[in-house]
């Protein structure tokens, strides 16, 4: 590279337009070459390696108003703005991998909503022949629940994880399910209502589904949005969900009731 090469050979080596290299000139980021005998404007090394530095931190987000004094700086100066950048093409980095992923998430409506440890639990509840009804109402409580207690999310999958190990909590769960079709007034609604409260109130484990999110719920509102979800005033669901609080609040269990805080 004797003489150099013109600013169009020099614009592809770089990777931009004649346009860039003359705004570049402008802007006063490089200095334009003398021309040589035959008029032309010759780009020696020290040229294209001040373009390749131009063209490198304004790709990386560098304002070019910054590019200028950045590159003035000292080696020691320079190498550490340069750390700096890299931190911040690392944090855009994981952003747009993060969106990417949700984008992929979007294909599906649970993934959408809920993190893949929970689309797990509903699936395996599935497998456990847990009704598909009650699977999209429980899907429905996760998803309201992550939104309103968000901090409490995660260890309450652990109990429900710990829970679904338990034949007799699966099949408790099987039976509240049936239940939903049964009138308000049932005998048998009541009788399984104190079972299924006998049966949390003898695993303290299993009683954490219900008391775990609360626990960390400062309104009784909040509480009530998450546990009575999709419920109908004086339906089975909701008088055997009563009657499960009462046997609990009986018990010393603290049970957020709707007119309380």
């Known amino acids: 590279m004797r003489n150099g090469v013109t600013i169009g050979q020099a614009a592809a080596f770089v990777g931009v337009t004649v346009k860039t290299v003359r ?3 402008k802007l006063g ?20 390696l001040r373009l390749v530095q131009i063209r490198t931190l304004a790709a990386a987000g560098v304002p070019l108003a910054e590019v200028g004094p950045l590159l003035e700086t000292d080696a020691a100066q320079f190498a550490t703005a340069l750390a700096d950048v890299g931190r911040q093409l690392t944090e855009r980095i994981e952003e747009l991998i993060a969106r990417r992923d949700m984008l992929h998430r979007l294909a599906d409506g649970d993934r959408a909503l809920l993190p893949d440890r929970a689309v797990a639990l509903l699936e395996r509840m599935s497998g456990l022949g847990l009704p598909a009804e009650q699977v999209a109402a429980t899907r429905e409580g996760w998803v309201l629940a992550r939104a309103l207690v968000p901090e409490g999310f995660d260890d309450f999958l652990t109990h429900v994880e710990h829970a679904l190990d338990d034949p007799r909590f699966v099949a408790l769960s099987k039976q509240a399910t049936e239940a939903t079709a049964w009138e308000p007034d049932d ?58 609080e009462a046997k609990l609040r009986a018990a010393g269990i603290h049970i957020p009731r709707p007119d309380t805080h």
């Open 23 to 25: 705004h570049y000139h």
């Open 29 to 48: 980021l490089v200095k334009e070459p003398e021309r040589d005998s035959s008029g032309y404007r010759r780009y020696g090394s020290a040229e294209l």
């Open 187 to 244: 005998p048998r609604l009541a009788e399984l209502a104190t079972t299924i409260a006998e049966h949390l109130l003898a695993n303290p484990a299993h009683l954490k589904i219900v008391t775990g999110l609360q626990a960390r719920t400062d309104a009784a509102a909040r509480y009530h949005l998450i546990a009575h979800h999709g419920e109908q005033q004086g339906s089975a669901t909701a008088q055997g969900v009563a009657i499960v």
